[in-house]
């Protein structure tokens, strides 16, 4: 299966189903898809960006790797289905950038719970 990035439409502000913080959407051009304040997300991709995916559990954020091209990638796993999934970091976000204490935290862990604030 070839994953494909679907866009249009997608890049919409939401309300964080773990925290309620307000989220708005990115303005670089690609997708926000995670809180910035609290990391975490939900599973509603089945391709990035393309919000097919019924499963709609909550991502818990449980690790953190560098990418040479990507640079930091969330680390996250579905508490519903189990599903584990990879999302670019949004800290050049000029009016939201991701917590980057909270990025540092989640860096310096094991990937085997999920991070608390």
Do not use: I, Y
Not at 37 to 57: F, I, Y
Not at 66 to 79: D, F, P, S, T, Y
Request: proline share 6%.
């Amino acid at each position: 299966m070839t994953r494909r990035f679907v866009a249009q439409g997608t890049n919409q502000g939401f309300e964080c189903a773990h925290c309620g913080v307000l989220v708005a959407p990115l303005k670089n051009g690609s997708v926000r898809n995670h809180c910035p304040a609290c990391l975490h997300s939900l599973h509603v991709d089945v391709n990035p960006g393309d919000r097919a995916n019924d499963c709609r559990g909550l991502l818990v954020p449980v690790g953190v790797e560098h990418n040479a091209k990507k640079g930091w990638v969330l680390v996250h796993r579905c508490e519903k289905c189990g599903f584990v999934g990879r999302n670019k970091a949004a800290l050049d976000d000029p009016e939201q950038p991701d917590d980057f204490d909270l990025l540092v935290r989640l860096s310096t862990r094991s990937n085997d719970g999920p991070l608390l604030r």
